[in-house]
T-cell receptor, first 115, second 108 residues
Framework: DGGITQSPKYLFRKEGQNVTLSCEQN?????MYWYRQDPGQGLRLIYY???????QKGDIAEGYSVSREKKESFPLTVTSAQKNPTAFYLC??????????????FGSGTRLTVV | KNEVEQSPQNLTAQEGEFITINCSYS?????LHWLQQHPGGGIVSLFM???GKKKHGRLIATINIQEKHSSLHITASHPRDSAVYIC??????????FGTGTSLTVIP
């Protein structure tokens, strides 16, 4: 079955440590996205990538970094510069960048807790 | 100010009840999306609509472009409908404004 796999589902890290969240898709989608979800707030875009070896900052990119070396993979690193890293992180992909969420596939998310 | 506002934030219903979730937006849009977030966190798209009404099973979505308002209705609600429902509107390229979500719990 095609889909997006995010791992791990739960992640705990000590303050000051970098941590990398995995996102893999086997849908042959060109575009991939990282969103952050906090209680009482809508999803916010962190980074997105339309093609391999290219990515753009979203609304809240500070303290995060990404890479897109392969079409299937779009890992997100939460660095120690991110002031409030504890959140739920969602990865998504779509055939090509566009404004049709119906074409999006979302992962199941990773809940990161920094202690 | 949020560009997309949802109400209510939380909703508890008895099984079988008719449910309405509301979404108001302040920007011009080409389409509005309703999403469902499962308790495990995954999100699926329920509807995309730009006018009128759409129906899928027990779910009905309506939109009034002039009033900038959309509603999601669930008829004969069931405990498996328990989830967070999110509305979203595109604003540029592939970016969206997302509502904060309505958490629905349907009690047997």
């Amino acid at each position: 079955d095609g889909g997006i796999t995010q791992s791990p589902k739960y992640l705990f890290r000590k303050e000051g440590q970098n941590v990398t969240l995995s996102c893999e898709q086997n849908l042959n989608h060109d575009a991939m996205y990282w969103y952050r979800q906090d209680p009482g707030q809508g999803l916010r875009l962190i980074y997105y990538s339309q093609i391999v070896n290219d990515f753009q900052k979203g609304d809240i990119a500070e303290g995060y970094s990404v890479s897109r070396e392969k079409k299937e993979s779009f890992p997100l690193t939460v660095t120690s510069a991110q002031k409030n890293p504890t959140a739920f992180y969602l990865c998504a992909s779509s055939i090509s960048g566009g404004n049709l969420l119906t074409g999006y596939t979302f992962g199941s998310g990773t809940r990161l807790t920094v202690v | 100010k949020n560009e997309v506002e949802q109400s209510p934030q939380n909703l508890t219903a008895q099984e079988g009840e008719f449910i309405t979730i509301n979404c108001s937006y302040s920007v011009g849009i080409s389409a509005l999306h309703w999403l469902q977030q499962h308790p495990g966190g995954g999100i699926v798209s329920l509807f995309m609509l730009s006018s009128g009404k759409k129906k899928h099973g027990r779910l009905i979505a309506t939109i009034n472009i002039q009033e900038k308002h959309s509603s999601l209705h669930i008829t004969a609600s069931h405990p498996r409908d328990s989830a967070v429902y999110i509305c979203a509107v595109p604003f540029t390229g592939n970016q969206f404004y997302f509502g904060t979500g309505t958490s629905l719990t349907v009690i047997p």
